[in-house]
């Protein structure tokens, strides 16, 4: 198992600026993912964080608004930058301990209110 | 505490009956597939999950369905509990790919 911390909890931010979401696993993991659940939704992947690669982004998302750091193996970073009130949602952390064989875990997850 | 999902499915039980819960999934490929357990202010938690060379796993009180035929995955909770009261996923993994989640049921479980 793993066990997932993200950093903030939650925050209210102006619209047109950004911030950075921290994602610690308590272990080292090959595969991290940014998820998005906007209110009263799913989960939609955002993308997919690898060490020692850029990160790999789903359609919908680019690396400009989202962009991701990937620096080591139990470490990564979601920026949303120039935010607008459309970027309100949960933002979840995700890691995959054997590619997608097994369950993934996942952080409590960031609330993000932009006004 | 925060409500994940105002405007998801919901399924009312009375405490103490069973709940089954219904998914449709997308891709017929997929081949392994999970349910998950959101509560209020959490990140999505592990139930149970089966394999596609499965048709039915079963846990402590949870049980899940698989039909590849129709592509449709259930889980039931047997002697529902105030507890088990949140919103539910399922998801589905086409070999070593990303999961991709249902839309989410919310369980309200009545007194």
């Known amino acids: 198992s793993a066990v997932i911390s993200q950093k903030p909890s939650r925050d209210i931010c102006q619209r047109g600026t950004s911030l950075t979401i921290q994602c610690q696993v308590d272990?080292?993991?090959?595969?991290m993912f940014w998820y998005r659940q906007q209110p009263g939704q799913s989960l939609t992947l955002i993308a997919t964080a690898n060490q020692g690669s850029e990160a790999t982004y789903e359609s919908g998302f680019v690396i400009d608004k989202f962009p991701i750091s990937r620096p080591n193996l139990t470490f990564s970073t979601l920026t949303v930058s120039n935010m607008s009130p459309e970027d309100s949602s949960i933002y979840l952390c995700s890691v995959d301990m054997t590619g997608g064989n097994t369950e993934a875990f996942f952080g409590q997850g960031t609330r993000l209110t932009v006004v | 505490g925060e409500s994940v999902g105002l405007h998801l499915p919901t399924l009312s039980v009375q405490e103490g009956d069973n709940s089954i819960i219904n998914c449709a999934y997308s891709?017929?490929?997929?081949?392994?597939f999970i349910w998950y357990k959101q509560e209020s202010g959490k990140g999505p938690q592990f139930i149970i999950d089966?394999?596609?060379?499965?048709d039915k796993r079963q846990g402590q009180r949870v049980t899940v369905l698989l039909n590849k035929t129709v592509k449709h995955l259930s889980l039931q909770i047997a002697a529902t509990q105030p507890g088990d009261s949140a919103v539910y996923f399922c998801a589905e993994n086409n070999y070593g790919q990303n999961f991709v989640f249902g839309p989410g049921t919310r369980l309200s479980v009545l007194p």
């Open positions: 089966i394999r596609s060379n499965m």
């Open positions: 891709n017929s490929a997929s081949d392994y």
């Open positions: 272990s080292q993991v090959t595969m």
